[in-house]
Nanobody, 125 residues
């Protein structure tokens, strides 16, 4: 198993930036495809961004491309989501996810077995 702990959430004004981090422990981090998801109140959990085991391939939900950037440091067992030009509709709990099975471009929450506890991001208008 792998354990995931997110950090970096908080309250930010519209147009601002936040940097979310996810620290992994327990297994060889580089074996895992990593993803970020988010869930707003009353809505389903949605895919935000994914990154391949090596970090060489990234993919995003189309509406967020250009504002959000995912990266990973396999030596430090961390994955980062840099969020810029934040909007009130980005308000949600953000979750880090991992799994050793998926191919690149995995987008479904069902493809990820391991999840962090989530970190709240609130964007004020």
């Amino acid at each position: 198993q792998v354990q995931l702990v997110e950090s970096g959430g908080g309250l930010v004004q519209a147009g601002g930036s936040l940097r979310l981090s996810c620290a992994a422990s327990g297994r060889t981090f580089s074996n895992y495809v990593m993803g970020w998801f988010r869930q707003a109140p009353g809505k389903e959990r949605e895919f935000v961004a994914g990154i391949s085991r090596s970090g060489g391939t990234t993919w995003y939900t189309d509406s967020l491309k250009g504002r959000f950037t995912i990266s990973r440091d396999n030596a430090m067992s961390t994955v980062v989501l840099q969020m810029n030009s934040l909007k009130p509709e980005d308000t949600a709990v953000y979750y880090c996810a991992a799994d050793w099975r998926p191919a690149d471009y995995a987008r479904s929450a069902r493809e990820f077995a391991y999840w962090g506890q989530g970190t709240q991001v609130t964007v004020s208008s």
